[in-house]
């Protein structure tokens, strides 16, 4: 199975990145906020999460968590939510949307992760708010 459309390095705006390889494994960092939620952006440390593709359809990539630094996250409403990124949910990379260059979106369990774009989106500042 090829996963060549999503190998490589993503970019975030300001905050972690992805490396996806072609044999679709990976790792996405994040702010891990609930770490230390009294940092500003530049201090917040990061949260990596291990992942493994198994299959694609179409332009959308299907996987599981292997692992990572803090199962615990939050929603998007800064709920903390227990086992978030733990080993064993399912994860998936769908393309996102960009001006310029290209984007994917990362979700676990349905919940978004985070967008992240290649070096043309990240340099021309459409990449995240």
């Known amino acids: 199975m090829s996963y060549s459309a999503f190998a490589g390095q993503w970019y975030a705006h300001d ?3 992805m490396t996806i390889g072609a044999d679709g ?3 996405v960092k994040i ?7 009294t ?3 530049a201090g917040v440390p990061q949260d990596a999460i ?3 593709l198994h299959a694609v359809s179409g332009a959308t990539a299907t996987g599981t968590v292997v692992s990572s630094t803090d199962p615990n996250g939050q ?3 800064g709920n903390t939510v227990t086992g978030m990124y733990a080993a064993g ?3 998936t990379v769908a393309p996102g949307s960009t001006a310029t260059g290209r984007a994917v979106v990362i979700s676990v369990n349905g919940a978004q992760v985070g967008q992240f774009c290649d070096l ?7 990449c995240g708010a």
């Not at 043309?120 to 459409?126: D, E, I, L, P």
């Open 50 to 52: 291990t992942f493994a």
């Open 75 to 77: 929603d998007a409403d």
């Open 25 to 27: 494994t990976g790792t």
């Open 120 to 126: 043309t989106a990240q340099y021309a500042g459409t």
């Open 15 to 17: 905050t972690g990145g």
């Open 39 to 41: 940092c500003d952006a």
């Open 89 to 91: 949910l399912s994860l």
């Open 31 to 37: 702010p891990d906020y609930l770490a230390c939620p």
